[in-house]
Structures are given as C-alpha cells and as structure tokens.
C-alpha cells in the first residue's frame, strides 16, 4: 500500500509521453514563392520586421545600407523601380534610392515574422517569411513571400477548412492534399518568378491571419505525406461540397479522363444521407422572376427587345448529374446554352455566387423561376465537408483520402519513414468502377 504521493506516483510517471509529431518542425520541405494579392493594384507597401538579423538586397546582391536601429522600410514604384526608404518624411520618400528588385531576407535564412502594410487596399497582416522579393510587374508592385512549404500549409489550412469545426482527421486529409496539389503544381507562375498566387487560383493564403494550433498539429502529423498513383504524385483536387457525389474530372475540365478522379458517390451506402450533409451548402436555391431572367437576357442580346421567354429547363446533364446544357423557349424561338453561360446570365442579374455548382435542376410555375441545387464548388477530388462527415463517423484521413481518389497510395514526398498503407475495406461506397 502506498505510504505517501511520492510512492504512489514515482517522479516522471505523470508525464505524458510526448508525441513524435511534436518534435518535427514546419520549417521543412521546400521553399516556395507566393505573390501577395496579385489581383489587386497597388504602388506602395510597408514591411515591419522586429529581429535585428534582417538583411536588404538588391538584384545583383549588393547590400541596401540600413540604418542604425531601422526596423521597417517603406517601399514605393518610381517608373519600372522600387525606390527604399526607412522613413516616411517626404524629404525622407523623396530622395529614396531606386532599385530593379529588392530582396528582404533573414541573414541565417531562417524563418522571423514580418508586417506588412499596404494602404491602397487596406491591407494589414502578418507573415512567416524567409524574406521576400519586390518588383515592378507590368505597372504593379509585386510583393513575394518566400517560406518553407509545410508553414506554408500549416496557414493555408485555416483559409482552407475551418479548423475549430473540422475535425482533426479531415484537417489531417486537408494537409495531405493541399501538399500533394503544392508539390504538383510548383513553379506553376515560374515564368512571373513566382510559385502560387494567395488566392482560390492556387491556395488561398493570408499569412498568419488564422494561425491555428489545430491546423499546424494536422501539417505535423502529416509531414511530408501525398497521395501518389502510380509512384507519382496525383492530381489532387478538392472542393467545398459535392453534394451527393464527385464528378469525373473530365467532365469540368477538358482533357483526358484520369482514374481516381472519377465519380465517387458521397455515403457508404445507397440510401443514406451524403457525408457533406451538415454543410451550409448541401441543399440551397435560388428564387426569382421569369421576367428578370428574360430582362438581363435581353440586355445581352439573347433575346430581342420585345421577345417573351416562356420557359428554362435542364437540357443535358453529364454523367455525374451536373448541368451541361440549358434549353430556353420564348414566343419566337427554342436555343440552347451551356452551363457556364447561364450563371453568367444569371449573375448579371442576380449577383455573383448565386449559382453555388452546376449540381441543380430548374422549374417555372408561371411567373416563378427557381433553382434548387446542391453543393459548392466543382466537385472534383475530395469533397471538404464530406470529408468531416467521414471523420464524425470515425473513418481516419487515410481511409478519406481512399475514398476519394481510388486506386491511389500514400506516400512520402520527403522523409524516410513510410506511412501505413490504405485500408482496402472502406470504399465500397464509391461507384466509380461501374461508371
């Protein structure tokens, strides 16, 4: 029997033992280059750094002279250049030396954190950087960001998939598809000397606006896994909400069929209710008048002036349920119009992201126009929100991951320990084959 708290509990005992994933870092895989709010103009930003280690160099490396104690630059377009300053007096502004590229880094090439302001947008943030690069492109400042890829995740995550609702093996699944889809595509803006742009084009991506404890645990553990077919890194694509199922890739972009990104039905069995059936955008619509439809139709010289439209419904769908065709009657004429130039109409009309997939039908009664649809997005790869459904239900990232590219493997892209392989009992609730 134990005489005392000390026998009981012998000294280190009630620690926990610390997980391996805990001593890997996010400073790890290769660095990537990603050009900050490329859509959006602007001539100036400023950039706040707090170590002292930060260097200043120009396109032939020579040093940019800081001065004593300078712990932030403002950086302007004169013509084609960037002209550096270390105060913000216009006498200071003025006299700025000018320069083709400006490359902000840290002098032991480590990871610090950076400010950076840019007024014309209204653009505040914080980055994780090793530095960044500052040009002229084609009127615009470009201001790069360079970090390692696996921090670069850790704060993509959080754009991605909302880490405080997704549940750890989606977020898991989130971190080896947006690795696998970066290690894929690298260089794709190689030509503009950059990797990924910060928005939904690539990755969206806004520093350390969302850091999460959560998404960073899920990069961890993950560390340098992809999903590879073949012994090759996969195409590896994923949206908000399928809605019922996936589609084949084909079908959204034109090009070959590819093997695992075909149509998945989103259940583990037919009957049940999809794993995305908790999102926001399972099941939405979209409720207007014929009459405004036949206006903007109008006004794009669909119809003629005084032409009456009388009635829109679904002509063709592909072989995953999606809207390929719709047909329009009016009092003078039948025509037909793809999918992507219906939602162009109607967004004239009735704004942008009405139509949320092409995954709807549609009905008129009279007057009344509707739509009801399901899901958000394109619907290729890995349904997000199905994921987390799969998750709730006890499935790990893996067996996600299995689901949604069949025939695929899980590998490691660095690194020398190889995960367990996919389970090959879990994915009879996809169709794919028999389409």
Known sequence: MCTSLAACFPAGTAKTKKAAWQDRSLDTGPDVRIRLIRKAYFSQASIQWDNADVLLTDEKGHAIPLPAGAKKGYFRIRGEQVAVAFQRTPAELKKAKRYQKVWIRTQDNSVRRFKIHIPEQQVLRE?????????????????????PLERYLAQ??????DPEHFTLEALKAQAVVAR?????????????????????????YKGRKKVSSRAERAVKMTLGE???????????????????????????????????????EDHWQEGNRPYCAQSPYAHWRVLTSLRRVERVLQHL??????????NVQVFFLNRSGRVKRVCLTTDKKSFTMTSVEFRNVLNQELGK?????????????????????????????????????????????????????????LGYAYGSEAPAPFSRSTTQNSQADAK
């Not at 980055?127 to 970090?147: E, P, Q, T």
């Not at 890194?233 to 908000?240: I, N, V």
Request: hydrophobic share 35%; glycine share 10%.
């Open 301 to 310: 010289k669909y119809l003629a002036k005084k032409e009456r439209l009388l």
């Open 127 to 147: 980055y994780d950087a090793k530095g960044f690069h500052l040009s002229v492109k084609y009127g615009r400042m470009a201001v790069i960001n360079v970090i």
């Open 226 to 264: 992809v999903v590879t077919y073949q012994q090759r890194l996969a195409e590896a694509f994923y949206h908000s909400t399928c809605g019922g199922n996936t589609v084949f890739v084909n079908e959204v972009w034109a090009g070959q069929r590819i093997p695992y990104l075909a149509r998945v």
């Open 353 to 409: 992201r009405k139509l949320l997939s092409n995954f709807y039908d549609i009905s008129v009664d009279g007057s009344q126009f509707l739509i009801t649809g399901n899901g958000l997005g394109h619907g290729v790869g890995m349904c997000q929100w199905g994921a987390r459904g799969m998750a709730q239900h006890g499935f790990s990232y893996r067996q996600i991951l299995q689901h949604y590219f069949r025939g695929t493997e």
């Open 156 to 161: 993509v995550i959080p754009e991605e998939m």
């Open 180 to 204: 696998t889809w970066a290690l894929k595509n690298m260089k794709r803006h190689d030509r503009y000397e950059y990797d990924f742009c910060d928005g939904p084009h690539c990755q969206v």
